[in-house]
C-alpha cells in the first residue's frame, strides 16, 4: 500500500496560468526555430501594419482593457486564433472566478485544437484549484506531451502526484523541474524532493 504524503497543512501553490499568444510562427521564433513555411515579404513600402481581431485582443487583454473579452469573442468569430482565444477567454473567467465558464471556454480550445498547450495546462491547473486531482493529473500529463521543455509542468504535476499519494513519481518530476531550471530557481522543488524522499524512507 502507497504511502499518503502531506504536503502541508495548507494546499501547495501551483505554478499560474499560461496565456496563449497569437501566433504559432511566433512560438517557434521564440524557441530558435525558423518558420519554414512562410516566404519572406519585399520590403518595398513600410506601411503601419493592421492587426487582427485576435492580436487586438491580446493586446486589450495585456493592458487590462474591459473590452478584452468582447474582443477575444469577435476573434472567435471571425476565426482568428480560435482555439488560443478560447483559452485566453478561459483565463479571464478563472480570474473572475467563474470555474464553470473558464472550464467551457477552455474545453472549447482543445474542441479546436485537441493538442492546444496552453489550453491543457489551465484545464489542469482549474482541476488542480477545485481538487479535481486526477483531471489535474490527466491534463497535466497531457500538455506535458505536447510541450516537454516548459519546466512549469513538471512543477505541476509533481504536486499533483505528491498530493495523490504517487511519491516515486512525484521526485521524478520535481527532479527533473530543479534540473530544467536549475538550483537557484528551484529551491522549494528541491525542499519538496527531499521531504518526499524522506518520507519514503519512513
Known amino acids: 500500500m502507497s504511502n499518503i504524503f502531506k504536503l502541508h497543512k495548507e494546499k ?3 505554478l499560474g496560468h499560461k496565456k496563449a499568444k497569437s501566433s504559432k510562427k511566433q512560438q517557434m521564433e521564440d524557441k530558435g526555430q525558423q518558420n519554414l513555411f512562410e516566404k519572406p515579404s519585399p520590403q518595398i513600402l513600410s506601411l503601419p501594419k493592421k492587426m487582427s481581431a485576435f492580436e487586438q485582443a491580446y493586446l486589450n487583454d495585456e493592458q487590462g482593457n474591459p473590452n478584452a473579452k468582447a474582443a477575444y469573442l469577435k476573434a472567435v468569430e471571425s476565426g482568428d486564433y480560435k482555439a488560443d482565444a478560447y483559452c485566453n477567454l478561459g483565463i479571464l473567467e478563472a480570474h473572475e472566478g467563474d470555474y464553470v465558464k473558464a472550464i467551457d471556454y477552455f474545453s472549447l480550445a482543445l474542441a479546436t485544437d485537441p493538442r492546444h498547450y496552453e489550453a491543457h495546462f489551465n484545464l489542469a491547473n482549474l482541476y488542480f484549484d477545485n481538487e479535481n486531482l486526477k483531471l489535474a493529473k490527466l491534463h ?10 516548459d519546466p512549469n509542468i513538471y512543477f505541476n504535476l509533481g504536486l499533483v502526484q505528491a498530493m495523490i499519494g504517487e511519491i516515486s ?3 521524478k518530476s520535481l527532479s527533473t523541474y530543479s534540473q530544467m531550471v536549475g538550483n ?3 529551491g522549494k522543488a528541491i525542499d519538496l524532493v527531499s521531504q518526499l524522499t524522506h518520507s519514503q524512507k519512513a
Not at 140 to 146: F, L, P, Q, V
Open 140 to 149: 497535466y500529463e497531457t500538455a506535458k506531451n505536447i510541450e516537454p521543455e
Open 184 to 186: 537557484k530557481k528551484a
Open 12 to 14: 501547495p501553490v501551483r
Open 169 to 171: 513519481s512525484a521526485i
